[in-house]
């Protein structure tokens, strides 16, 4: 008998396990092919599901070519996200800034990864909290090629009606090797998971939306066949930028640092991006 009801403490310990929603789960896994090359493709996508006041006690690990795992390899910086923030772990946050284009802005925060984010499209991933491992994305003993959960040169999103599953998440795919080739993740034959639940105008198909100059050092105008009431400004790392001058469609931008930015408004519930460059 008491063996019996010990069995049953095990069973309802690993269903509460299973049931449970952590504070901070991977997302995405990213493997893209840029044409930038080398490591820049790669990043981890993560989502906070509530108020995570120190995101320190989280940390990743990747177990390269079926190691069983290497422990934890990178911890995150002490900084808080609050419940629905996207979080990107970016080996390359320029590189990923061009490839995403205007999806870039969905994520609340960009962070620099280091050389220990190395996942090669066949490698699983954990996610640890306070240096104990909470979730998976694939098996960290077996090498993925081949295998339905392959993400080489693509990417894996977490998604209820995907078919391969880990612990209670299901994941869908982008398919191997289908971002060979393409300048961006929305002209690509696989956009990212993510991409594809807003409606966006690329800078490619907006005829309605301008901008100019393009690059620029002082000011730019916006032009367009809608009256543009408010935007929404955010730099290349993500980070939304609040203090700035805007009348008549003209953007002051000389207090802005040099680099790349992304202008955002809607029109009729479609949401416009444009991207542009202060030298």
């Not at 295998?147 to 795919?173: C, Q, R």
Request: charged fraction near 15%; aromatic fraction near 12%; charge should be negative.
């Amino acid at each position: 008998m008491k063996k019996i009801f010990s069995i049953l403490i095990v069973l309802f310990t690993s269903t509460s396990i299973y049931s449970q929603v952590n504070d901070l789960t991977l997302q995405g896994i990213i493997d893209f092919d840029l044409i930038s090359a080398g490591y820049t493709g790669k990043a981890i996508h993560l989502v906070a599901n509530n108020y995570i006041p120190d995101l320190s006690i989280y940390g990743i690990g990747v177990a390269n070519n079926a190691s069983g795992g290497d422990g934890q390899e990178y911890s995150f910086p002490q900084m808080a996200m609050n419940a629905g923030d996207h979080l990107l772990l970016a080996r390359d946050s320029s590189a990923m800034s061009i490839y995403f284009d205007v999806c870039f802005t969905e994520f609340d925060y960009i962070l620099p990864a280091s050389n220990a984010i190395s996942q090669n499209g066949n490698d699983a991933i954990e996610l640890f909290k306070d240096s104990i491992v909470i979730e998976t994305f694939g098996d960290i003993n077996v090498d993925g090629t081949g295998t339905g959960w392959e993400y080489l040169d693509s990417w894996a999103y977490k998604d209820p009606s995907g078919s391969i599953s880990f612990g209670p998440h299901n994941w869908v795919f982008g398919g191997v090797e289908c971002t060979i080739g393409s300048v961006t993740t929305l002209t690509s034959s696989c956009p990212y998971h993510m991409c594809t639940s807003g409606v966006y105008v690329s800078n490619e198909k907006s005829s309605f939306f301008s901008i100019y100059p393009n690059p620029s050092k002082d000011y730019i105008t916006l032009e367009s066949d809608f009256n543009i009431e408010n935007i929404t400004i955010h730099d290349a790392l993500g980070k939304q930028i609040k203090d700035f001058n805007f009348e008549n469609n003209k953007l002051n931008v000389i207090g802005f640092s040099k680099g790349i930015f992304i202008i955002s408004t809607t029109n009729k519930g479609h949401k416009i991006q444009k991207k542009f460059i202060k030298f």
